[in-house]
């Protein structure tokens, strides 16, 4: 079994986790007007997220906001959320493309700053259900006044990928990576499937859960107590037993489906257009028990050394065009509707396909706290502990 953990990256995600929101936000002032630019702007983001046409010559947004700024764009690929606060914690990035289960603990941990919004020309242009998300947009001193720290980027789900080739149809079930089955090619799933290499992994355990043992009474997949908690460590265990490898890297993964013999996992619509590019025997569904989905936030770090390229590129974010080439390219929802229309690579079904009626429907990232956001109290497991639990599944324990 190929097991992948960054210990190092799980070691600093639990010590985040750890700051008390209240006393650790920031309280920086926000900058007020944008100055002439650095030269360049340092991005953290997600395989994909900031492309200038070295991967394929018609994904580029890039180029042309440099050309237009004299800001050149630097960017680190980070693998996973903890990953992302990790390289926010060292404070040399004036960017993060955060999703929920990152934006609140670099709030808490006072690793970014808020946004003014009056700088940001497009800010009207957002999808209204983003502009003022509980993963960005906090009261952080508590005096019923909120503050935005970031503005939408993407959002979309994360999806079941399956070999067309071993799936005639597509599965109707994660049932396919979490129990041991044969499958409709006549062998066995074991050794053939993935799972996510990250603690927010726990929700979608969760989240199988609240279908298949519905007297656990799991409402929320990131609200769970001890005995809920405990059940998904168990299916986890349980789909260890199953698990070729923990993946974290797209193109890994992507790698896999193509020469190691992987046949359905979790995945990012990503991964599934790349393959499907190539002309691999690959496609995607979303289960009968719902999915888990990321809507991800560009956020500036507290000490950015770059502030105004930084505000330059917020603004380019929200660019039309740039929404939806993002959205052709990774499979992801504009955060941007205007984006849905008159977008040559998108088309005026991308986003009707990509999910944008089924906001609702998903279970997006968000970062467990002890105090359980359904409304029971201080009895659910914190983020900390998934990360420890999660590392204990993986190795074994």
Excluded at 143 to 162: A, F, I, K, R, S
Excluded at 214 to 225: H, R
Excluded at 265 to 288: E, I, Y
Aim: negative net charge.
């Amino acid at each position: 079994m190929k097991i992948s953990t960054n210990w190092r990256i799980a070691i600093a995600a639990a010590a985040i986790a750890l700051l008390s929101f209240g006393a650790s936000a920031q309280d920086g002032m926000m900058m007020t007007e944008i100055g002439t630019g650095e030269g360049q702007v340092d991005i953290i983001s997600w395989a994909g997220y900031i492309e200038r046409g070295t991967t394929d010559p018609a994904f580029d947004w890039v180029t042309d906001f440099e050309a237009a700024t004299g800001c050149m764009v630097n960017n680190k690929t980070a693998a996973t959320s903890d990953e992302m606060v990790a390289l926010m914690n060292e404070g040399r990035f004036d960017l993060v493309t955060a999703s929920g289960d990152a934006s609140l603990r670099l709030i808490a941990g006072g690793r970014v700053q808020p946004i003014n919004t009056d700088l940001i020309a497009s800010w009207g242009t957002v999808d209204e259900r983003l502009q003022s998300a509980a993963w960005h947009t906090v009261d952080t001193d508590g005096d019923g006044t909120t503050e935005h720290y970031g503005v939408p980027y993407q959002w979309g789900t994360n999806v079941l990928m399956y070999n067309t080739e071993v799936f005639p149809e597509a599965p109707t079930s994660w049932s396919v990576v979490f129990e041991e089955q044969t499958l409709p090619d006549g062998e066995s799933n074991i050794g053939r499937v993935q799972a996510y290499d990250g603690p927010i992994y726990v929700a979608d355990a969760a989240l199988y859960l609240m279908t298949h043992s519905p007297e656990l009474g799991i409402t929320d997949p990131y609200s769970l107590d001890r005995d809920q908690f405990a059940a998904a460590l168990d299916l986890l265990r349980q789909q260890r037993n199953l698990v070729g490898r923990y993946w974290h890297d797209a193109f890994i993964q992507i790698d896999d489906f193509t020469n190691e013999g992987v046949v359905a996992s979790s995945s990012w619509p990503f991964q599934v257009n790349l393959l499907v590019g190539g002309g691999a025997p690959v496609a995607s569904t979303l289960p009968m028990e719902g999915a888990t989905g990321w809507a991800d936030t560009t956020m500036m770090h507290v000490d950015a050394p770059n502030p105004n390229c930084a505000y330059m590129w917020l603004e380019h974010s929200l660019n039309p065009k740039l929404q939806g080439d993002l959205g052709a390219w990774f499979g992801s929802v504009p955060a941007v509707p205007a984006a849905c229309t008159g977008n040559a690579l998108l088309g005026d079904t991308g986003c009707a396909t990509n999910g944008f009626e089924n906001f609702d429907q998903v279970q997006f990232w968000r970062t467990p706290t002890a105090t359980c956001q359904d409304g029971r109290g201080d009895i659910c497991v914190p983020y900390y502990e998934w990360v420890s639990a999660y590392v204990g599944v993986i190795g074994g324990r």
